[in-house]
């Protein structure tokens, strides 16, 4: 697609739920980045894919987090049993090999635990 | 582990007036990233640095790079009130083999 696609943009759900993110990138984009920022803060990481080599998962905060991506496509972000630390705007990003020119951002879903 | 750090993070000016914003880090890279992030908003790419000496303009906007200080700085030209919004650097560390490291983002604001 034209763009970084991610959806939904918002979701409110209850704590102890369990949600679903999820990231279209960018056709032919090989990488693929989740970060989270909360209100006011700046970009923590949270997972990279890259190809078909296994992910880079040592910025996820705790094992309620999970995600995963289907080859080079569509990438889902879960996090289990929500908790009202987890509300914050979670960004996907993707860049073609070697990101020389940087990434490109989805819009991000706002996830608000009630 | 790569530390980036950007001063000021608050940052209040006139229009009119010229201003700089500092993004230091803590291990050698050659590849330096500023971003823009209006409220609310997703991140916008502003300028790719990929080398020591790097220099890039774009209206009022100016970055540069000083791979062997660390330093990459992004200077503001005669604010106007749309520069309004907040401003991140980001290092890769390993050419693009590691996610990038962001900055805490220096979030400005021009005023009248």
């Known amino acids: 697609g034209a763009g970084v696609s991610q959806s939904p943009s918002n979701k409110v759900t209850e704590k102890g739920k369990d949600v679903e993110l999820r990231c279209d990138p960018i056709?032919?984009?090989?990488?693929l980045y989740w970060y989270r920022q909360r209100l006011g803060q700046g970009l923590e990481f949270l997972i990279y894919?890259?190809?078909?080599?296994?992910?880079?998962k040592s910025g996820l905060p705790s094992d309620r987090f999970s995600a995963e991506r289907t080859g080079e496509s569509v990438s889902t972000l879960t996090i289990q049993r929500t908790q009202q630390e987890d509300s914050a705007v979670y960004l996907c990003?993707?860049?073609?090999?070697?990101?020389?020119?940087?990434?490109?951002f989805g819009s991000g879903t706002r996830l608000t635990v009630v | 582990e790569l530390k980036v750090e950007q001063n000021p993070l608050f940052l209040s000016m006139q229009e009119g007036k010229n201003y700089t914003i500092y993004c230091n880090y803590s291990?050698?890279?050659?590849?330096l990233y500023w971003y823009r992030q209006d409220p609310g908003k997703s991140l916008e790419s502003l300028f790719v640095?990929?080398?020591?000496?790097a220099v890039k303009q774009e209206g009022r906007l100016m970055a540069s790079l000083d791979t062997k200080a660390r330093l990459s700085t992004l200077h503001i030209t005669a604010a106007v009130h749309d520069l309004s919004a907040t401003y991140f650097c980001?290092?890769?560390?390993?050419?693009?083999?590691?996610?990038?490291?962001f900055g805490k983002g220096t979030r400005l604001s021009v005023i009248a």
């Open positions: 990003a993707s860049s073609s090999q070697g990101a020389l020119y940087g990434y490109t």
């Open positions: 056709s032919g984009h090989t990488a």
């Open positions: 894919f890259q190809g078909n080599s296994a992910p880079d």
């Open positions: 291990t050698t890279s050659d590849r």
């Open positions: 640095l990929l080398s020591n000496g």
């Open positions: 980001a290092v890769d560390r390993n050419s693009g083999n590691t996610p990038l490291v």
